[in-house]
């Protein structure tokens, strides 16, 4: 390029933006959830509710959030930690009152709240507890639909919304070597609860989808790992890529779910998984 001549102007597609747009998150106050966040307020979102068990928690994240923001140079935003037991419809329908409240109205929501455990199905001493199976599916199945209800009820007078389920890659693969049987078919239900309520929801403007990531490097997976290296080595060769992922490179992918870049998008799954199911 000659020195004389103009540089071209690349710019960010205006549809990727958070901007002006209310976004919440279940299970917010640490591991996915904290980044799901930290993505909106990174693309412009000024107006954020941090859901997760405990109230000092949650609130304590949102201020972390709005202040980082601040020395980060971003514009002054709204965030509310809100106390919120996904696996209880009762908290949940207070929690989106106060959402409602507060904001009036709702665009994007992910529903990230979530808990793993590995257990054997069978052997006897160590086989899955049957009330650890139901503690699960409350709050990784229940918790995603009572979620994605009270959301719609907001998004669905208003014409429009996203919504997101985590999913797993584990809805598509079974994990090897740990034994998690549970967990994977309540990733699998809450990923086949996405495309059904999209379907339901279809002609309200309201659109449901599900992100599936791969082998995440949290700070629960890091915790796990420092103890364990030969499992983490083992999780890195089945990956194509060779790693496991940062919680950051699903960044643009729950941006992209939520924003109006994905606005023809709904009933679908978007995996991030390193190529894990595509072998």
């Given amino acids: 390029m000659a020195d004389n001549e103009p540089k071209k102007a690349y710019r ?19 591991g996915l959830g904290y980044e799901f966040c930290n993505a909106f307020l990174q693309s412009g979102c000024t107006s954020l509710a941090v859901l997760d068990l405990k109230h000092d928690e949650a609130r304590e994240v949102a201020d972390v959030l709005a202040k980082q923001n601040a020395l980060d140079g971003g514009a ?12 209880s419809e009762e908290s949940v ?13 709702l665009d994007a929501v992910v529903a990230s709240a979530g808990i793993v455990e590995n257990y054997s199905a069978l052997e006897q001493a160590n086989r899955y507890p049957a009330d650890r199976i139901r503690k699960l599916m409350d709050v990784n199945v229940h918790g995603a639909f009572f ?3 009270e959301a719609a009820k907001i998004m669905i007078p208003q014409g429009s919304g996203s919504i997101v389920l985590i999913s797993s890659m584990s809805a598509n693969i079974v994990n090897i070597p740990q034994q998690q049987t549970p967990y994977n078919f309540s990733k699998a239900a809450v990923k ?11 002609k309200t403007g309201v659109r449901v989808n599900a ?7 949290t700070k629960l997976t890091r915790t796990i790992l420092a103890n364990d ?3 983490k080595e083992t999780w890195e060769n089945l990956t194509p890529v060779g790693r496991m992922g940062d919680p950051e490179d699903l960044a643009g992918a729950i941006v992209y779910l939520c924003s ?8 679908a799954e978007l995996r991030v998984d390193g190529g894990y199911c595509a072998i």
Avoid: N
Wanted: glycine letters at 6%.
């Fill in 260 to 267: 109006d870049a994905s606005k023809f998008m709904t009933g």
């Fill in 192 to 202: 086949h609860m996405a495309s059904s309520l999209a379907i339901e929801w279809a």
């Fill in 12 to 30: 960010t597609l205006p549809s990727l933006s958070m901007q002006d747009k209310v976004c919440v998150v279940t299970g917010a106050a640490r």
């Fill in 147 to 149: 979620t994605a209800r």
């Fill in 93 to 105: 329908q207070a929690a989106f009152a106060a959402i409602k409240e507060r904001f009036g109205r």
């Fill in 211 to 217: 992100l599936s990531p791969g082998y995440m490097l």
């Fill in 229 to 231: 290296s030969q499992l």
């Fill in 76 to 87: 002054k935003i709204d965030a509310i930690g809100i106390a919120c037991d996904v696996s």
